[in-house]
Structure formats: C-alpha cells, structure tokens
C-alpha cells in the first residue's frame, strides 16, 4: 500500500476482555515498529522488529502485552486482559530497514478501555 | 541513556512571527534524528531527517539544523495551518539499534 494501514481505528471494549490491534507496513519495509501514545503525553516505545533478527521487546509494559510479524510485513499487537490504563492511541510504523531511513507512521488505533 | 527533551512546551505566534523550537539529545552512535509533525487525531507526518552536524535541511517554512547536541526547527513567517505538535525523535546505533526515542513535543500555535 501507499502509507502504513492500521486497523481498527477505533475500539472501545470493557475491562478485561483481549483485543488485537493490526498493523500493514510499506511494502519492503524491513522494520516495525510499534508505539503508544497516551493523551497529553509522549510517544512511548512499545517493540521493533528487523527482518528476521529478533524482536528488541523492552518496552512491552507488562506480560499482558505481546506482539507478533508474520511474514516479515503484517504485525499484530495484542493486549490481553486490558486495563483502563491501556486506554491509549497505539501506533505503527515502518521503515526501509534501521539505519536511519525514514520511518513513516500510520494513523493510529484508538483504544478506549471501559 | 538515550535522550530528547524539546523546548518550549508551547509556543503561541502571530502570523508572520518568525521562531525557532529547540530538541536537545544525547544518542549513542547518532542514525539519525527526525523531525515530525502531528495534528489532532492523526499519526506523526515525516518532515525532515538529519545525520551530521552542520546539516540543514528546508521545506517550505520549515528549516531544521543539527549540532552534536541539538536540532533547531526554524519556523520563517508562519501561517495557521502550522499550528500542530512539531516532535523531535532520534535512532541511535548502540545497544538500543533501531529504537527511536521520541521528545515529548512543542505545540505551536499560529493566529492570525
């Protein structure tokens, strides 16, 4: 596709309930990466992927988060058991490889946690 | 330990006020450092990248620059629509390779 697609963009579920957000990075974008942004606040780093290396997971808050790249392109974040904290933008981003080469973001999902 | 801290916090200008935002970092093996703009509701829009100190880049309004220590975002005569939240990331090439470490932002406002 022409720029990173993430979906939903928009979810609201209760408290304690799983939900998976979907990240399509550039195509032929090596790297991915995920972040959150809550309101008022920084983007927080959450985890990268580089091709087939391992994933660098050190931002995942807690065992609650986890995130998976099949195929090296489609990436999928998945919280379980959310919390109200999790409530958040989460957003996904893609670039050529990790080398300094532009990192383009998507739009972003909204999740509300209720 | 990888850093960004951007200044100001906010900015209010008018219309043709000329400014410059400030993001002063400290990166192991600097990759690159990024300039973003993000609007209400919407993910970062890539502006500009860096690599070396003394590079400067420009589009439209906007100049950004690089030192060893900072970035400048010059903002020449700025109209409402650059009214938005201006981030400053860098990649660092240590033990943290790929990561980007995000400042927390300057929100600009521009009225007529």
Do not use: M
Not at chain 2, 54 to 77: D, P, V, W
Not at chain 2, 86 to 95: E, F, K, P, T, W
């Amino acid at each position: 596709g022409a720029g990173v697609s993430q979906s939903p963009s928009n979810k609201v579920t209760e408290k304690g309930k799983d939900v998976e957000l979907r990240c399509d990075p550039i195509s032929g974008h090596t790297a991915l990466y995920w972040y959150r942004q809550s309101l008022g606040q920084g983007l927080e780093f959450l985890i990268y992927f580089q091709g087939n290396s391992a994933p660098d997971k050190s931002g995942l808050p807690s065992d609650r988060f986890s995130a998976e790249r099949t195929g090296g392109s489609v990436s999928t974040l998945t919280i379980q058991r959310t919390q109200q904290e999790d409530s958040a933008v989460y957003l996904c981003a893609s670039s050529l490889d990790s080398s300094g080469n532009t990192i383009y973001f998507g739009e972003g999902s909204w999740l509300t946690v209720v | 330990e990888d850093q960004v801290t951007q200044s100001p916090e906010a900015l209010r200008l008018q219309e043709g006020e000329s400014s410059s935002l400030n993001c002063s970092y400290t990166v192991s093996g600097l990759r690159g450092l990024f300039w973003y703009r993000q609007d209400p509701g919407k993910g970062p829009e890539f502006l500009f990248t860096l690599y070396s100190a003394g590079e400067e880049k420009e589009k439209e309004r906007l100049k950004a620059t690089l030192t060893k220590k900072e970035s400048f975002l010059h903002i020449t005569a700025p109209k409402p629509e650059d009214s938005a939240t201006y981030l400053c990331a860098v990649q660092g090439g240590g033990s943290t390779l790929g990561r980007l470490y995000f400042g927390r932002g300057t929100q600009l406002t521009v009225w007529p």
